[in-house]
């Protein structure tokens, strides 16, 4: 077994950057398509809302069919029909057909995403704290480094209609690596229950019982609420505020992401040295900086020097979560904790998206900045579970 699990590491690797790639083009690629079609801060900021509800909705019943039939049935089910419906985007002419498509796909987008992350979960915990970020890393440098990159020059070249002829064949390509990856995958000893309302409830219970979950799924809601409205809405900053170009202003994005994943790749070093609570720290002090600086500049090149700050420290931070989630995920089941944290996640997006079309149409988008900044501050003065 562990043979074929080092052989399956190319293949996992390779799925999780093609998964972070597809991803990373779908979000970039929303808003800007929805702001060619004439659309508002507010009615932007529905869209990305359309794109969470149907993950709340889904992520707990996702994690509760992951443990109980494994992750490949719904990898293949939720590859195909993404991207499916993705290739419908192509023949999309306004905001109402874009709001039915993204709608539908984030009800679909659970069978796939709850899926990658209890693999991605059970590969954590064999390879501990020091490495917590490699995994999580190569998703993101698909996400962050690699689509900003080919969504400036895939629009540029072939507009948005082919765009997106190209994001669901990213989408279903990702089935290229199934075998290897899922072969490994062990499913928890206890027997998962049918899915029910009951069972849903008792998969929800763990939050309760399980203190070191409640405050890593907080600090995920934080990051993921602040990567939303950065990656949902930067580009669109740049452009209006500062009148930049397209491959311009999708670069801050990637500036952001290089620190990231970056983070994500060396700072499990740290966390092993100094301790995941120096780490913490000086992510939420890097983070709560970077983010009154992008609330305060005035020009282009002050956002360029505060985005990789904020992806540096949002990095660190996504470390010391994650390795606390497989530590929880070792306890409950890959498939019970990821279906909760994929639950949970959608709300800061949700909220990000809240704040972006909110306050970016009745007072300005840069605003938000300055209402996220406390939440790390917060986040400083909570303590780090360091126990198995």
């Known amino acids: 077994m562990e043979g074929n699990a080092n052989d399956a590491l190319p293949f996992f690797v390779g799925m999780n950057l093609l998964s972070g790639l597809s991803m990373g083009l779908a979000n970039i690629t929303l808003p800007l398509f929805a702001m060619s079609l004439g659309s508002t801060p507010a009615t932007i900021g529905l869209l990305a809302i359309c794109q969470s509800v149907g993950v709340l909705l889904m992520g707990l019943p996702a994690g509760l069919m992951v443990d109980r039939f494994g992750p490949k049935r719904l ?141 890593n799924c907080t600090w995920e809601l934080a990051l993921q609420a602040t990567n939303q409205f950065f990656t949902f809405f930067i580009a669109i900053i740049a452009i209006k505020r500062f009148h930049v170009e397209l491959a311009a202003a999708t670069s801050l994005i990637t500036l952001n992401g290089v620190c990231y994943v970056a983070a994500l790749l060396f700072a499990g070093r740290l966390a092993q040295r100094f301790g995941e609570s120096v780490l913490r720290r000086l992510g939420c002090v890097l983070s709560a900086s970077a983010l009154l600086a992008l609330g305060l500049a005035d020009s282009i090149q002050i956002m360029r020097l505060a985005a990789p700050l904020l992806g540096a420290g949002m990095g660190m931070i996504q470390v010391i979560s994650l390795s606390g989630l497989a530590r929880c995920g070792a306890r409950h089941g890959p498939g019970r904790v990821s279906g909760v944290t994929i639950f949970l996640f959608p709300l800061g997006g949700l909220l990000g998206s809240a704040l972006g079309g909110i306050v970016g149409d009745y007072l300005d988008l840069q605003t938000v900045f300055f209402l996220l900044a406390p939440v790390f501050v917060i986040i400083l003065g909570q303590r780090t579970f360091q126990h198995s």
């Open 75 to 215: 990898l293949i089910i939720g590859s195909i029909t993404v991207g499916g419906l993705y290739l419908l985007l192509s023949q999309a002419s306004n905001v109402a057909t874009l709001a039915v498509v993204v709608s539908l796909v984030s009800c679909l987008m659970p069978l796939r995403s709850v899926a990658l992350s209890a693999l991605f979960m059970q590969k954590i915990s064999q390879v501990g704290v020091t490495k917590a970020g490699w995994f999580r890393g190569c998703y993101m440098g698909g996400q962050v480094l690699l689509a900003p990159l080919a969504a400036a020059a895939m629009i540029g070249h072939f507009g948005y209609p082919y765009s997106y002829l190209l994001i669901g064949g990213c989408f279903t390509l990702l089935l290229v690596f199934l075998s290897p990856v899922t072969r490994t995958y062990r499913k928890p000893s206890s027997e998962a229950p049918p899915l029910s309302l009951q069972a849903l409830k008792q998969q929800l219970s763990v939050l309760r019982s399980d203190p070191q979950l409640r405050r």
